[in-house]
């Protein structure tokens, strides 16, 4: 069926687009962080067609994120791991640093102030893939059918475009 097919294309055809967005912005010096890495599922792809000077991979667990050096163990890059809150990170502003926030973000308890402080405080450029809302979304949200509380307890919320570029802007983007 071809809405099983298009539904099972999805990560793959954000992967293209955040791989044709790295190709773009990066250099043979550019250190890749990854925030909310997980075990690094979406950096083995990354990494199989683009080099980088070094990864970091971030996460809140630290089981998932000890895997990261494992998952990308066929790889030719340098692997860094840190365990930490998007609101809390150990890092600054840095020169051919590129952030990249792949569908964690909705997972914190407030997605927009975790959007402010990355854009204020950590990166110069960061690209962030993440669910946001929209009429429809929010209709199929009444129905029970979006936007639904996870296994965790947790009701994870999603980028409102009209902040967040209100948010971008507060920073300069």
Not at 67 to 91: D, H, M, Q, R
Not at 119 to 138: A, D
Request: some cysteine.
């Amino acid at each position: 069926m071809e809405w099983k097919r298009r539904l099972r294309s999805q990560p793959i055809l954000c992967c293209q687009n955040v791989e044709h967005a790295l190709g773009r912005l990066r250099n043979d010096h550019t250190v890749l962080v990854s925030l909310g890495s997980g075990t690094g599922f979406e950096l083995q792809r990354l990494c199989k067609r683009l080099s980088f000077a070094k990864v970091y991979a971030s996460d809140i667990s630290l089981s998932a994120v000890s895997l990261v050096p494992v998952t990308l163990a066929g790889e030719t890059t340098s692997v860094g791991t840190f365990v930490s809150e998007f609101k809390n990170l150990p890092l600054s502003k840095r020169e051919n640093w590129i952030g990249l926030v792949f569908q964690a973000l909705h997972h914190t308890s407030d997605i927009h102030d975790a959007l402010d402080e990355l854009l204020g405080n950590s990166f110069e450029t960061l690209i962030i893939v993440e669910p946001t809302t929209n009429w429809f979304i929010e209709w199929l949200a009444r129905f029970g059918l979006a936007k639904r509380i996870e296994y965790s307890g947790l009701n994870p919320s999603w980028l409102d475009l009209t902040v967040s570029k209100k948010i971008a802007e507060k920073h300069k983007y």
